[in-house]
């Protein structure tokens, strides 16, 4: 972890806590400037006793963009950033999978992780006091994942264009005086593809399982749940990628085997919606998908 301002890090002490300790002591004469704890991610809780003495501001490290912080005085009222730390009795923080406070309440201060859906995260507490800065490094072990609630498609699949053609080209010299068998498999070489697009930015490259459409006898269905990256390209075979036929070259003859393949794409439209297990908040994306598939070959000799 980085850790910003021009300190010198004398000690790093680890603990494995989860449940509230007030026997914590952050500042004095000869407190280190860092110490650093570990609780759980969801529901874990820690509580440390400062010096108010010579105390400016309390504050949570994060980049400038970071919009989720809000703070609070005694009586609940959400005050500005930067207000005095005598009107500070909260620092609430929130995005889509993490949720935590960070309460004081005369010389305590308590950090309650209430929720953490991603990996352990790593907080760092700033305590600026008049002639010293401390830090106290807070890091959350992941706790349960968000949930995928629901898939969603619209009740029409979406726009299916059968127009797009592959053809590939095998020349044959058959120079004996018997014909000659060559086994054709029209789908080798040709993949089956899609793209599952969310709308929101925040679920770009989300891992789920899902309903993907696939083409079966003849018509787009929704038979499969195939694990996928959203934003990201899926590619996989059909189950009958590796059909094959027989073509028969006749005695003394040269010939190229035309193999055309008939591609069906398929534009589909839906919504997702994810479920963070602790909080119950929910969060919906809608999505476009794109998936091709061979649908039919046609195979034809053309004699030199």
């Not at 305590?127 to 029409?156: C, H, P, S």
């Not at 770009?204 to 990201?232: C, H, N, Q």
Request: proline share 4%.
């Amino acid at each position: 972890m980085k850790i910003f301002g021009s300190i010198v890090f004398s000690l790093i002490i680890s603990l494995v806590i989860s449940a509230c300790n007030s026997d914590v002591f952050i500042d004095g004469p000869d407190s280190p400037t860092e110490k650093e704890f570990y609780i759980e991610g969801d529901g874990g809780e820690i509580s440390f006793k400062i010096s108010r003495k010579g105390l400016v501001r309390i504050s949570i490290d994060h980049v400038s963009d970071d919009r989720g912080y809000t703070y609070y005085n005694s009586n609940g009222e959400e005050i500005p950033e930067k207000s005095p730390v005598s009107e500070l009795a909260r620092i609430h923080y929130e995005n889509r999978w993490i949720m935590y406070d960070v309460e004081i309440e005369g010389d305590k201060l308590t950090f309650k992780s209430i929720e953490n859906c991603q990996d352990i995260l790593n907080h760092t507490i700033r305590l600026e006091y008049d002639y010293t800065t401390r830090f106290i490094l807070v890091n959350t072990t992941a706790g349960l994942q968000t949930e995928v609630l629901r898939v969603e498609y619209d009740k029409t699949l979406g726009n299916i264009d059968n127009s797009q053609t592959r053809t590939k080209t095998l020349t044959v010299n058959n120079s004996s005086s018997n014909p000659t068998t060559i086994g054709i498999k029209p789908y080798i070489g040709i993949q089956s593809a899609g793209i599952v697009e969310p709308e929101e930015r925040w679920a770009r490259y989300l891992k789920l399982k899902m309903p993907v459409p696939t083409f079966v006898e003849g018509k787009w269905l929704l038979t499969d749940d195939k694990e996928i990256t959203l934003a990201s390209s899926l590619y996989y075979f059909t189950p009958d990628w590796d059909i094959s036929t027989d073509v028969e070259i006749p005695a003394n003859k040269k010939a190229d085997i035309l193999t055309t393949v008939t591609m069906s794409k398929l534009n589909a439209h839906g919504m997702i919606e994810y479920v963070n297990p602790i909080s119950e908040r929910h969060f919906t994306t809608s999505f476009t998908c794109t998936f091709v598939e061979p649908i039919d070959y046609d195979i034809n000799l053309i004699y030199e």
